[in-house]
């Protein structure tokens, strides 16, 4: 069987993850990287996934990759002319650590206040960025404030805002996922020292790649994954499959 050409436009965040899973894939994965702090103003996110998708000429790629989850909303509008997209089901990167929405569906409902840590994450932290990922710094943006502003007005907007953050600061553990790259251990100990400072409960998970590796090996189940045809673009929907394609 032919092998496909693949573009897959990454989180950094994800690099050693993605670089694995792309080791062993029958096909030609090109990666294409992104700061990981993008992800922080989904706007600017979406406009650089938006100039890159745009900039592929036709018929170069059998297929462009989004290695990303819903991520603040930053990917729901993102459209393709000519070249299909395919995107996991996911709502953000978290998601791709564990393999699995449902998986993290049931993580985020038993325990809301975690903070995700990860090796790829950790050491591509930015200054002055949070050093692990949680709810709290991811969507909380000036974006989702004026979304807030146009549904609910300026005092409705103000308030939710204001749950939002006093949710944020109730935290109460910590979470390293082990993907099984070197260096983990190193990683792990900067988790749990900031748990025992902070006086969080602290747990270690296993990672796991299936998601990542179904991307890169084209196995696009429509379960797991949402294929955007050309002259098509993401919208997000209101149930379990998160996202949907509908006609430009």
């Known amino acids: 069987m032919k092998g496909k050409r693949l573009l897959a436009l990454t989180c950094e965040a994800l690099a050693r993850s993605i670089y694995a899973s792309a080791a062993t ?107 692990a990922l949680g709810a709290a710094n991811l969507g909380l943006s000036e974006e989702l404030y004026q979304t807030y502003v146009e549904k609910y007005g300026k005092d409705n907007a103000d308030y939710l805002m204001e749950v939002m953050g006093e949710w944020g600061k109730h935290y109460d553990r910590a979470v390293y996922i082990d993907m099984g790259f070197a260096q983990g251990d190193k990683y792990e100990a900067m988790a749990k020292d900031q748990a025992d400072r902070r006086g969080w409960m602290y747990e270690r998970k296993q990672g796991n790649r299936r998601l990542l590796s179904a991307l890169v090996n084209g196995h696009w189940d429509e379960s797991d994954f949402l294929i955007v045809p050309p002259n098509h673009k993401i919208d997000k929907t209101s149930d379990d499959a998160l996202i949907t394609a509908i006609p430009i």
């Open 25 to 131: 894939s029958p096909h030609t994965v090109t990666t294409q990287f992104y700061r990981q702090g993008l992800h922080n103003t989904p706007k600017l996110l979406r406009q650089t996934l938006q100039e890159q998708i745009d900039a592929v000429p036709p018929d170069t790629y059998d297929a462009i990759l989004l290695v990303y989850g819903i991520c603040g909303m930053s990917t729901v509008g993102l459209q393709t002319e000519h070249t299909p997209l395919v995107m996991p089901r996911a709502h953000d990167c978290i998601t791709l650590y564990l393999g699995s929405r449902e998986l993290y569906q049931t993580e985020f409902e038993a325990h809301p206040g975690t903070y995700w840590y990860s090796l790829d994450y950790m050491e591509r932290n930015e200054s002055g960025a949070e050093v």
